[in-house]
Nanobody, 115 residues
């Protein structure tokens, strides 16, 4: 299993970023995929999740209405569109798969929201 995140960077408050996670090594279309984040000094937290076919999504209250998770099962990718970014969204963002009872994580991509 390999998960590779991309798309992070520095953005001003109110700006937007789109994160992507490229997955390989498993049958992507069969599994729920999630985005997590970890801010400095804080525990890792769930940001958003999407079911295998993309029909259902779930979001942390702190990002509802601003972030959108989506997936492309033909390309084995899951994305996170982040709009209206706030300084408190600054964190390393991780793609996560739970596969056969084991959690797999990418290395993460850093998102910094600052003026």
């Amino acid at each position: 299993v390999q998960l590779v995140e991309s798309g992070g960077g520095l953005v001003q408050p109110g700006g937007s970023l789109r994160l992507s996670c490229a997955a390989s090594g498993f049958t992507f279309s069969r599994y729920i995929m999630s985005w997590y984040r970890q801010a400095p000094g804080k525990e890792r937290e769930l940001v958003a999740a999407i079911t295998s076919a993309g029909g259902l999504t779930n979001y942390a209250d702190s990002v509802k209405g601003r972030f959108t998770i989506s997936r492309d099962n033909a390309k084995n990718t899951v994305s996170l569109q982040m709009n209206g970014l706030k300084t408190e969204d600054t964190a390393v963002y991780y793609c996560r798969l739970r596969f056969n009872g084991v959690d797999y994580w990418g290395k993460g991509t850093l998102v910094t929201v600052s003026s």
